[in-house]
């Protein structure tokens, strides 16, 4: 089945330490986000990508990095964890960003910082 | 901006009651308009979704009619089962189809 694999589904780093979070996808869509979720609240949008432009939302912490080196692969990169940043990291895809296309969640990985 | 905003929960129902989860939501345009529900240690799963004034999107027994003129988008579910019980969110896509807007999400607990 088509679908949205997020790695590891539970990640525990240290304060400071930097982490990685990936997110795969067989979709073949060409729009890949990044939302951080926090005790079942609205997922928060951190950036998204378009084939290879990256855009990132006003409000994300130059903390939150990431990168697509192709259209399978995303990476949600954390360079400085704090104790606020433990949350649901949620991997999301969409074909396109037209009004009527909808976005297909991966199962998120649980962020720990200890 | 746009926004969307969804009755507070928790809603808590015996099984087989009715469902209702008010949605409303302000966006210029014609957005799309869409339920998600998660359950408990897991992502967004699309339920069902509306791309047009008066379409109904329905899904798994739950339907939500995309109300133009009430700007509304209601979930509704005639007999609820205790596998329900879960986060239910609102979303619209604007009409510039680059972000999602989520509203705030409403918890169902369905007791047996």
């Known amino acids: 089945d088509a679908m949205v694999i997020q790695n590891p589904r539970y990640q525990v780093t240290q304060f400071g330490k930097p982490v990685t979070l990936s997110c795969s996808q067989t979709?073949?869509?060409?729009?890949m986000y990044w939302y951080q979720q926090k005790s079942s609240q609205a997922p928060k949008l951190l950036f998204h990508y378009y084939d290879k432009d990256f855009n990132n939302e006003a409000d994300t912490p130059d903390n939150f990095q990431s990168r697509r080196p192709n259209t399978s692969f995303c990476f949600l990169d954390i360079r400085s964890p704090g104790l606020g940043d433990a949350a649901m990291y949620l991997c999301?895809?969409?074909?396109?960003?037209?009004?009527?296309?909808?976005?297909?969640f991966g199962p998120g990985t649980r962020l720990l910082v200890l | 901006g746009n926004s969307v905003t969804q009755m507070e929960g928790p809603v808590t129902l015996s099984e087989e009651a009715f469902l209702t989860i008010n949605c409303t939501y302000t966006a210029t345009g014609y957005p799309s308009l869409f339920w998600y529900v998660q359950y408990p240690g897991e992502g967004l799963q699309l339920l069902l979704k509306a791309t047009k004034a008066d379409d109904k999107g329905s899904n798994k027994g739950f339907e939500a009619t995309y109300r133009k003129e009430t700007t509304s988008f209601h979930l509704e579910k005639g007999s609820v089962q205790v596998s329900d019980s879960a986060v239910y969110f609102c979303a619209l896509r604007d009409n510039y189809g680059q972000n999602f807007v989520f509203g705030p999400g409403t918890r169902l607990s369905v007791l047996p």
């Open positions: 979709l073949n869509h060409n729009v």
């Open positions: 999301a895809t969409s074909r396109d960003v037209v009004v009527r296309e909808t976005q297909y």
